[in-house]
């Protein structure tokens, strides 16, 4: 994968994330209360923090690596 490839996937992913805020749902269709990799709950000080947020920590901190 180049960087091209990487810049398009972040920019889907962002107008997928950004477009679930405003619609008040995740890409997934699962409750913003649970991840949308892992399906653990996300915690009411994250969710409050970070309106929208659709990953927990650990899968957020895993896909930020992965990038």
């Given at each position: 994968m180049d960087v ?34 892992c399906a653990e ?27």
């Amino acid at each position: 994968m180049d960087v091209i490839d990487r810049a398009n996937d972040m920019s889907d992913w962002l107008l997928a994330k950004q477009l679930a805020a405003q619609t008040g749902r995740s890409t997934s269709g699962t409750s913003r209360h649970q991840c949308d990799e892992c399906a653990e709950p996300i915690p009411e000080a994250r969710r409050v923090a970070l309106p929208g947020v659709t990953l927990c920590v650990d899968c957020q901190t895993l896909m930020e690596k992965r990038r």
